[in-house]
């Protein structure tokens, strides 16, 4: 595994056209995140500095998203923030309303882990609002379980399992 990445990100990236390397970076980031944070984040930067005007939009908010989530799991809840606000900005200016839900989540993930519930959970509704408006029903799951234990995590245990139990009846429709 370690040579496949290693040929992925250094040499395959190289050789690609510009406007397939922001693609790639993103499978990268896709594939090995949540192993490699720092190989990722170095990666996606990397990216970001390619010429702009040849990214995919979504593309660009994914990478952004990605790399908010890398400094996530790094506990940079600073970066992480300021990564996940550019991949929304990108994704409002876009009309992506997936690309939206996913960086509210992501947003409110960073705040539930230093325990501002109350901006977790303002932003988690607001991503449930568009997952329900896409009809994406495996965000919904997600966000909904999200918020369950944002309302556990207050000790709010009814609004807990109100939330979990919701996310159960989707999940098991789907």
């Not at 390619?50 to 989530?69: C, R």
């Not at 970066?79 to 690309?99: M, P, Q, S, T, V």
């Not at 991503?127 to 909904?144: C, D, I, P, Y």
Request: glycine share 8%.
């Amino acid at each position: 595994k370690g040579k496949a990445v290693k040929n992925l990100s250094e040499k395959e990236t190289e050789k690609a056209p510009r406007s397939q390397k922001l693609e790639m970076i993103r499978k990268y980031i896709l594939r090995f995140n949540p192993h490699m944070p720092e190989r990722c984040r170095y990666i996606a930067n990397q990216g970001l500095k390619l010429d702009q005007s040849t990214f995919n939009k979504e593309a660009e908010s994914f990478v952004y998203n990605n790399i908010g989530v890398i400094y996530w799991y790094l506990s940079d809840y600073g970066n992480a923030l300021e990564n996940h606000f550019k991949a929304l900005k990108i994704a409002e200016e876009i009309g992506d309303k997936e690309r939206l839900a996913g960086a509210y989540g992501n947003i409110a993930n960073v705040y539930a882990e230093q325990g501002n519930f109350t901006e977790a959970l303002k932003n988690y509704f607001t991503g449930l609002k568009l997952e329900e408006q896409t009809g994406n029903q495996e965000g919904m799951v997600t966000g909904l379980l999200n918020v369950g234990a944002t309302y556990k995590d207050l000790k709010k245990y009814s609004e807990a399992e109100t939330y979990c139990t919701k996310a159960l009846r989707i999940a098991t429709n789907i």
